[in-house]
């Protein structure tokens, strides 16, 4: 596929805290409106608490609809007892984007300092699904999304990008 316009993807945005609501998840929010912004479409927003077994729940369900192609999580990254993101998704992940979380700490460096090296940002693919696991500040969230994602998720980014790899994510 070498695609000279947009594709729009249906893109699930998944917030995970102990203590946000929809009227105070900016990281959520933030999210929701680049994504929107650049033209994709918002297949759904959950809230969910950080426990490794609902995080699971919810990522199953999304992964398992054919109609959703990207999930986006924002929080629950760090490493206190009660962060628990990478532990839910890993083992749903048919494969691992390790250059994503790489990426994120590295563009990350330039603006949080040695503080990046606490998160564990996560990226990976699940039946066909793009999953991408960003820390829960509203600044990562937009570093992931203005500086990462955006561009991979977009068609026309050259010389090579996610969205052409869509078609291919089901061979065997």
Same mark, same amino acid.
């Given at each position: 596929?070498?695609?000279?316009?947009?594709?729009?993807? *249906? !893109?699930?945005?998944?917030?995970?805290?102990?203590?946000? @609501?929809?009227?105070?998840?900016?990281?959520?929010?933030? #999210?929701?409106?680049?994504? /929107?912004?650049?033209?994709?479409?918002?297949?759904?927003?959950?809230?969910?608490?950080? +426990?490794?077994?609902?995080?699971?729940? !919810? &990522?199953?369900? =999304?992964?398992?609809?054919?109609?959703?192609?990207?999930?986006?999580?924002?929080?629950?990254?760090?490493?206190?007892? %009660?962060?628990?993101?990478?532990?839910?998704?890993?083992? #749903?992940? +048919?494969?691992? !984007?390790?250059?994503?979380?790489? #990426?994120?700490?590295?563009?990350? =460096?330039?603006? !949080?300092? @040695?503080? @990046?090296?606490?998160?564990?940002?996560?990226?990976?693919?699940?039946?066909? /699904?793009?999953?991408?696991?960003?820390?829960?500040?509203?600044?990562? $969230?937009? @570093?992931? =999304?203005?500086?990462?994602?955006?561009?991979?998720? +977009?068609?026309?980014?050259?010389? $090579? *990008? &996610?969205?052409?790899? #869509?078609?291919?994510? %089901?061979?065997?």
């Amino acid at each position: 596929m070498n695609a000279t316009e947009f594709l729009p993807l *249906n !893109i699930a945005v998944l917030t995970v805290s102990d203590t946000r @609501t929809e009227a105070d998840d900016a990281s959520g929010q933030t #999210l929701v409106e680049r994504l /929107t912004a650049a033209g994709h479409r918002l297949a759904e927003k959950a809230i969910v608490p950080d +426990d490794i077994y609902r995080i699971r729940s !919810i &990522l199953s369900h =999304w992964i398992a609809d054919p109609e959703v192609h990207v999930v986006l999580v924002t929080g629950g990254t760090g490493m206190t007892g %009660r962060d628990s993101t990478p532990e839910a998704a890993r083992p #749903l992940l +048919d494969k691992e !984007i390790g250059g994503f979380g790489e #990426l994120f700490r590295m563009l990350s =460096w330039e603006e !949080i300092g @040695t503080s @990046t090296l606490q998160s564990r940002a996560l990226g990976g693919l699940a039946n066909a /699904t793009f999953i991408f696991c960003l820390p829960g500040s509203t600044g990562a $969230c937009r @570093t992931g =999304w203005d500086r990462i994602l955006q561009a991979q998720l +977009d068609a026309r980014t050259r010389p $090579c *990008n &996610l969205v052409e790899l #869509l078609p291919r994510l %089901r061979e065997r």
